[in-house]
Nanobody
Framework: QVQLVESGGGLVQAGDSLRLSCTVS????????VVWFRQAPGKEREFVGG????????SYADSLKGRCAISRDNAKNTVYLQMNSLKPEDTAVYFC???????????????????WGQGTQVTVSS
């Protein structure tokens, strides 16, 4: 069974950086298209960015482009979300998930994904 577990969240100040981890078990992470979403209180879950399997093609939400980067460490079977210049509006629970169709393109709608973990809370103070 494939499982993805998020970690690395916390309380930071505006302008700080944070790196979130998505640790994969049950399958080699490089063989999965992994996508990050976030959900703020009272808001819908929104696309953050993703990385495709094998070719490591990346795609990011316009609101975060230039401030975040997704990468892999295959030795640790982990996918990272590096976020820089954090803003209070980045406060949310961050989730990683895998594309059930394992496409090379990154789907951006939350309803296309089914495996959701607990997420990791990121709180950015002003």
């Amino acid at each position: 069974q494939v499982q993805l577990v998020e970690s690395g969240g916390g309380l930071v100040q505006a302008g700080d950086s944070l790196r979130l981890s998505c640790t994969v078990s049950g399958r080699t992470s490089s063989s999965l298209t992994v996508v990050w979403f976030r959900q703020a209180p009272g808001k819908e879950r929104e696309f953050v960015g993703g990385i495709s399997h094998d070719e490591d093609y990346t795609s990011y939400a316009d609101s975060l482009k230039g401030r975040c980067a997704i990468s892999r460490d295959n030795a640790k079977n982990t996918v990272y979300l590096q976020m820089n210049s954090l803003k209070p509006e980045d406060t949310a629970v961050y989730f990683c998930t895998r594309d059930p169709l394992n496409r090379l393109t990154i789907a951006t709608k939350a309803y296309e994904y089914f495996d959701w973990g607990q997420g990791t809370q990121v709180t950015v103070s002003s």
